[in-house]
């Protein structure tokens, strides 16, 4: 129960008691919402909502009560650190003032000017405070211009006292080194580097003309022109004034000739023209800038001056009729300068104004001589470029790092050491290429092919390798989905396309023929009816064989008794070794036949007796048709 003090009393134990009348004793709210938000507030009344007995603080006092600390529990207050100290130049670091200002410079030598206005540039580098002093340089001055005052301090006073930024402001003068220079502007950042720091700049002032300057750049007096050309005019009007024409050289009609470009210069000062070559990057040329060195071109020469030394002497106005000019260099129009036809077809700007004014011609379109690009290629795979496979080429599309294909494990380990291998021919239209047999080797475990030729001794063809191990596409197949050849494209009477070769399969082992008989679904019917063929004509009787081989046909007994006849009577002949190489030199094709006027003839050419009667008779049984002669058996009469 609360004890309420009695008016009058003092609050002391005893002078107090309990209202019993009282019947309200709940406590005022403290908690509220203020945009939604919970806040607390100081209770202002008591228990049942009596009047609180109790000193009302203010908030200043509630403040500083929260914030203040016990000394006696948690000690002295910590001094704040200080904050960081940034030295200047880092803080100033590629800040500088710029400030425009000129100086006068006496000229006491000259009787057309007496001073000199110099304009230059004042710098002031806020890090470390020092200052420079920089003239523009003026072409053809004829002043050393530039950095008239290097980076450094410099001295305001004779104390020894340095400028500084605040020293600086539009419309004063400063003494450097014993000029007085006058600044009159600043640039964007300086204005708002000084009025920052509280600065109040004064107005811009217009910068001072040099009056000499000013002078120059006034009309000179005007002359009367004289009616002949005047050279120096001409080198005063058009100094530095060159046409610039682009052109190419087209010489690809000569044996290794190509296409080249070139840049014309045609000076219009002097009326010299010079040649340019253009160089691009791994051209294979060496950097020689200059086709033709700059000098005047003569057009048309004299009739009498062809037989003037023009390569020792000079050519002089004398021999020549009419000199290149302007009007001679048009795009779109060939010209030939020393022997050579140069196409022109553009040129810059300045030449087109020039033609313009000068000649009132204005269209001068640029000519395209460059060759059509083709189409732009979808994002694709790139085509196959011949080396390797085309799957293997393709992994570098896939991957930064390519990886080899993917290969059938399986296969490799089942078909291990197992090679299919057929005889084949070339089919070509060379003569020398009938009689070439190859034998073709085919890997079941990778699918690849190889090709070895046998060599043949004489021949005049090196055998050995035809071919490594490869895979072999077939011909009407898309490189995007190649087709290679299999077990099932080899048979007897097939044709192998390989790399444009064409070969004809011919006979094939055992090996193959059991591969064949064990996997029969993978071959055609044609394939296995063309091999069924070949069997029986290899397992045909050999007695067949041998009653061929027994046949002899008379006339070749009789040839034969008439060659061992002239061999005993003709063993003395001086020239005998060199019949057949006489004989092999007019037969090209090698057939053994030659025409019956050059066999005659090559006989008179090594003394043979034709008129001999066993000699004609020999001629006679050597005839092939009614031109021709078969000169193999007639040479076997004249060796051992």
Known sequence: MVSNPVHGLPFLPGTSFTDSTKTAFHRSQTLGYRNGYAVTRRPTAGLGGDRLQVNQLSQADLDELASKASLLTYGQPKQAPPPDFIPAHVAFDKKVLKFDAYFQEDVPMSTEEHYRVRQVNIYYYLEDDSMSVVEPVVENSGIPQGKLVRRQRLAKNDRGDHYHWKDLNRGINIT?????????????????????????????ETMALDPYTE?????????????????LKQFLAFDKQVLRFYAIWDDTDSMFGECRNYIIHYYLMDDTIEIREVHEQNDGRDPFPLLMNRQRMPKVLMKNSKTFPQCVLEISDQEVLEWYTAKDFIVGKPVTILGRTFFIYDCDPFTRKYYEEKFGISDLPRIDVSKKEPPPVKQELPPYNGFGLVEDSAQNCFALIPKPPKKDIVKMLMNDNKVLRYLASLESPIPEDKGRRFVFSYFLATDMISIFEPPVRNSGIIGGKYLGRTKVVKPHSSVENPIYYGPGDFFIGAVIEVFGHRFIIHDIDDYALKYMESNAAQYSPEALSSTQNHIRKREAPASELENKQTEVDPGVQELEALIDTIQKQLKDLPCRDNICEAFQVYDKEASGYVDKEVFFKTCGSLNIPVDDSLIKELIRMCRHGEDKINYYNFVRAFSN
Not at 183 to 189: L, P, Y
Not at 215 to 231: H, I
């Open 176 to 204: 450097i080194y014993g000029k007085t220079f006058r600044i009159v502007e600043c640039d964007r950042f300086t204005q708002v580097f000084l009025e920052s720091q509280g600065i109040e700049l004064n107005p811009p």
């Open 215 to 231: 002078l120059r750049k006034q009309p000179l007096r005007k002359y009367v022109t004289p009616s002949d050309f005047d050279q």
